[in-house]
């Protein structure tokens, strides 16, 4: 892993879903974080058309800047539904930047949206991972459990009901051993 001087106000570091970018200084809302950088790849070349990885940055339809070189710091950067950062993309300049959309407070992983089409290849197959997407599905979970509680209740309470409008000493129910009452001869003779 690359190592980031002290004055940075970034670091590589452990996140849920892999490696992530994280603050060690407050960084304040609008301030230019990191650059994206990487080899520029022109589509109209066969060979760089071909290169495919998830770290490809589109600048616009011809332009499209690898960022897969490990020096490239600001790939660790993770996707949110809610993020803290955005990419400032200037096309004509043939560079990206990553910007604070909001405050971002000393361990606090940075995190930009990714856009529709990154998300529809490579994240909505394995679902998101980000915070925001996460306390959803918690949510989601908690209420679906609720839910089935509330079924498996009034399920309970309505057998109960009905347990308590039949007589319990019924004469006609019958007991049965591998298909077969006890108790009652099957037309055959018992020796």
Do not use: Q
Not at 64 to 71: C, E, F, L
Request: with cysteine; glycine share 8%; charged share 35%.
């Amino acid at each position: 892993m690359p190592a980031t001087s002290s004055h940075k106000p970034y670091r590589v570091g452990r996140s849920k879903t892999g490696l992530g970018l994280f603050a060690t200084k407050p960084i304040k809302k609008g301030t230019r974080i990191i650059r994206y950088f990487g080899p520029i790849l022109d589509s109209r070349i066969p060979e760089h058309d071909e290169i495919e990885n998830k770290y490809l940055f589109e600048l616009n339809g011809r332009w499209t800047i690898d960022g897969s070189v490990r020096k490239n710091l600001a790939r660790y950067i993770n996707h949110s539904c809610r993020p803290n950062a955005e990419s400032d993309v200037r096309p004509r300049e043939r560079k990206v930047f990553i910007r604070a959309i909001r405050n971002i407070e000393p361990g606090d992983e940075i995190n930009y949206d990714y856009g529709t089409d990154y998300f529809k290849a490579y994240l909505k197959p394995i679902g998101c991972k980000c915070a925001s997407c996460e306390k959803k599905r918690k949510k989601l979970r908690a209420e679906a459990r609720a839910e089935r509680a509330k079924v498996k209740e009034r399920a309970e309470r309505k057998a109960e009901k009905a347990g308590a409008k039949t007589p319990k000493n019924k004469a006609a129910k019958t007991k049965k051993l591998n298909g077969h009452a006890l108790g009652k001869t099957n037309g055959r003779a018992r020796a």
